[in-house]
Nanobody, 124 residues
Framework: QVQLVESGGGLVQAGGSLRLSCASSARAFSGYHMGWFREAPGKEREFVASIRRTTASTAYANSVKGRFTISRDNAKNTVYLQMNSLKPEDTAVYYC?????????????????WGQGTQVTVSS
């Protein structure tokens, strides 16, 4: 069982930045693709970004491309989401997820383990 713990959420004004972190208990962290999703009130959980096991190849939702950056530190068993130029529509609970899929996943169904989420609120 892989445990994922997110941190770094909070309240920020539009145009500001936040960096989310996700610490993993996985013994072989580098064996998992990692991803970030978000869920706003009344909306379905949506893909934000994902990063491959070791090559660090990434994928982003169009809505965050150019503003958000996903990265990982396999030595620290941690994945990050740097969020810049935040908008009120970025307000959501952000979830970290781990995947054993063969190819880099971008859908929730291809992720095996999930964190509890961290709230990000962007005020206008």
């Amino acid at each position: 069982q892989v445990q994922l713990v997110e941190s770094g959420g909070g309240l920020v004004q539009a145009g500001g930045s936040l960096r989310l972190s996700c610490a993993s208990s996985a013994r072989a962290f580098s064996g998992y693709h990692m991803g970030w999703f978000r869920e706003a009130p009344g909306k379905e959980r949506e893909f934000v970004a994902s990063i491959r096991r070791t090559t660090a190849s990434t994928a982003y939702a169009n809505s965050v491309k150019g503003r958000f950056t996903i990265s990982r530190d396999n030595a620290k068993n941690t994945v990050y989401l740097q969020m810049n130029s935040l908008k009120p529509e970025d307000t959501a609970v952000y979830y970290c997820a781990a995947s054993t899929a063969i190819v880099l996943p971008t859908t929730a169904s291809n992720f095996n383990y999930w964190g509890q989420g961290t709230q990000v609120t962007v005020s206008s």
